[in-house]
């Protein structure tokens, strides 16, 4: 069974940027969906962002349109998620998950969260 690894998380200024990287062993990131969600105090859990395995096309929630970018880097089989522009309202612990089926898209992996492959989060905390 794979395994996800988060790293990067940490304190940050409003308006600075910050990487968070999801190291992927036990299988490829190519050929399975994978996605960043985060769950900020008192809040449910939320998809932020998701590359597709089927087409790598990515998908970005709206409050993070323009400023956050996933992307994978097949050598090191990492997913990374881009934050710039941060704000307070985005801290959170994020997490990445791995759909565990292959080659769904974003849009047909998410509807079935309950059997993604989940890493154990990073915080991010945002100071205005």
């Known amino acids: 069974e794979g395994q996800l690894v988060e790293s990067g998380g940490g304190l940050v200024q409003a308006g600075q940027s910050r990487r968070l990287s999801c190291t992927i062993y036990g299988f490829s990131f190519r050929d399975y969906t994978i996605g960043w969600f985060r769950q900020a105090p008192g809040k449910e859990r939320e998809g932020v962002s998701c590359?597709?395995?089927?087409?790598?096309?990515?998908d970005y929630a709206d409050s993070v349109k323009g400023r956050f970018t996933i992307s994978g880097d097949n050598f090191r089989n990492t997913v990374y998620l881009q934050m710039n522009d941060l704000k307070s309202e985005d801290t959170a612990v994020y997490y990445c998950?791995?759909?565990?089926?292959?080659?769904?898209?974003?849009?047909?992996?998410?509807?079935?969260?309950?059997?993604?492959?989940w890493g154990q989060g990073t915080p991010v905390t945002v100071s205005s």
């Open positions: 590359i597709s395995s089927s087409d790598g096309k990515t």
């Open positions: 998950a791995a759909d565990p089926v292959l080659l769904r898209s974003c849009s047909e992996a998410t509807r079935h969260l309950e059997v993604w492959v």
